[in-house]
T-cell receptor, first 116, second 113 residues
Framework: LAKTTQPISMDSYEGQEVNITCSHNNIATNDYITWYQQFPSQGPRFIIQGYKTKVTNEVASLFIPADRKSSTLSLPRVSLSDTAVYYCLVGDRGHILTGGGNKLTFGTGTQLKVEL | DAGVIQSPRHEVTEMGQEVTLRCKPISGHNSLFWYRQTMMRGLELLIYFNNNVPIDDSGMPEDRFSAKMPNASFSTLKIQPSEPRDSAVYFC???????????FGEGSRLTVL
């Protein structure tokens, strides 16, 4: 199981760009990197997923270096409503059915607090 | 579109009682996951199903926990007998496949006294 390490918490101000880095030194060839966001009293919500290089959607960007041992979630111009816990997941999309791959297990996440 | 529906949203019970949590996945999704979230342990995967078949239940804490998926639109997580340490928020999630984006329900908050 590719273990992930994230900062426990981060603070930011409205309008700033926030970058949350996740380390996954033991990532396997078939593993994808996925980020979820969780607000209090709600279930996690998918943000973005990638395998290598850069992925961008309407919410965030995901940067993955060539060695794939880490990844960075970038949130442009955060607002108060972005205050949440952000989880980095590393999972094998190809072999879960056989039981030989990684399960989609959440780590402890990063608590992002955005202030005025 | 209806998302993942869980019930009950809140349950308070006494130690030793049986607890049944229910989940209705998004129509058309083939995979269903049960997670448990606590402050101490974070979000833990308990079990997941693919096409109604349990694939991996290694996350189920002990024999007091059981999960079933009798059809594509319904799953239950049962705890019998319940203990105070089972107090947590239990989430159900579904996806188009085991490798797809997870869609979570709003969770069932269980308190065992």
């Amino acid at each position: 199981l590719a273990k992930t390490t994230q900062p426990i918490s981060m603070d930011s101000y409205e309008g700033q760009e926030v970058n949350i880095t996740c380390s996954h030194n033991n990532i396997a060839t078939n593993d994808y990197i996925t980020w979820y966001q969780q607000f209090p009293s709600q279930g996690p919500r998918f943000i973005i997923q990638g395998y290598k290089t850069k992925v961008t959607n309407e919410v965030a960007s995901l940067f993955i270096p060539a060695d794939r041992k880490s990844s960075t979630l970038s949130l442009p111009r955060v607002s108060l409503s972005d205050t949440a816990v952000y989880y980095c997941l590393v999972g094998d999309r190809g072999h879960i059915l056989t039981g030989g791959g990684n399960k989609l297990t959440f780590g402890t996440g990063t608590q992002l607090k955005v202030e005025l | 579109d209806a998302g993942v529906i869980q019930s009950p949203r809140h349950e308070v019970t006494e130690m030793g009682q049986e607890v049944t949590l229910r989940c209705k996945p998004i129509s058309g999704h083939n995979s269903l996951f049960w997670y448990r979230q606590t402050m101490m342990r974070g979000l833990e995967l308990l079990i997941y199903f693919n096409n109604n078949v349990p694939i991996d239940d290694s996350g189920m804490p002990e024999d007091r926990f059981s999960a079933k998926m009798p059809n594509a639109s319904f799953s239950t997580l049962k705890i019998q007998p319940s203990e105070p340490r089972d107090s947590a928020v239990y989430f159900c999630a579904s996806s188009l496949s085991v490798a797809g984006e997870l869609f979570f329900g709003e969770g069932s908050r269980l308190t065992v006294l």
